[in-house]
């Protein structure tokens, strides 16, 4: 049996998305039949593979390197599925808009800091923050898209079900629920 070659992220997310995920608890058993998880927070990949088949995506893009990841994610996925409301609005992610990247880091790193009262923040290393957070629909094309805050995990299984089954992913050897 050929598995869909599956693969998780979350990006600017609270990872409450991918909670979600693990709260399909003994459904999870159900999808693994069907899966291979390639890469995803759960597993020990570093780095993101080719020949993606799915790729779930929490959370939205706030740094440049989120722009460099989700490209490479594009390249190497046949199918995109934004979870969560952050992946499809920016939502929370996005509440930084209000005020822009160096306000926010300035009250953070300067006027609500004890210790370190120069208001120097990283800027080496440490991924360069946007000017203004984005959806990921800003940036690349996403196939499929599930709303939430966070998304119901039986939302995310009825998905993930409808697209093993074959109704979008539509690959003829993969072999498909109750068969
Ligand atoms: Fe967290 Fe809600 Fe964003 Fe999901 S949509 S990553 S639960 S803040």
Not at 87 to 96: C, L, W
Not at 105 to 123: I, K
Not at 144 to 153: A, E
Not at 161 to 173: F, P
């Amino acid at each position: 049996m050929k598995k869909i070659r599956l693969a998780t992220i979350w990006l600017d997310g609270c990872s409450g998305c991918h909670m979600s995920i693990l709260d399909m608890d003994e459904k999870l058993i159900e999808i693994a039949e069907y899966v291979d998880v390639v890469y995803s927070p759960y597993v020990d990949t570093k780095e993101f593979p080719s020949d993606v088949d799915l790729t779930i995506v929490e959370g939205a893009l706030s740094t440049d390197h989120d722009i460099k990841m989700i490209k490479k994610i594009r390249a190497n996925s046949k199918y995109i599925l934004g979870l969560g409301d952050c992946a499809i609005t920016g939502n929370i992610s996005a509440m930084k808009n209000l005020f822009g990247s160096e306000a926010v880091l300035q009250r953070s790193y300067g006027e609500l800091a004890d210790t370190n009262a120069s208001g120097v923040y990283p800027s080496k290393i440490v991924p360069k923050l946007l000017d203004k957070v984005l959806p990921l629909h800003e940036v690349i094309k996403v196939d499929y898209f599930l709303p939430g805050c966070p998304t119901p995990s039986d939302a995310i299984y009825a998905m993930l079900r409808s697209l093993i089954e074959g109704k979008e992913i539509n690959i003829s050897d993969y072999t498909r629920f109750g068969k």
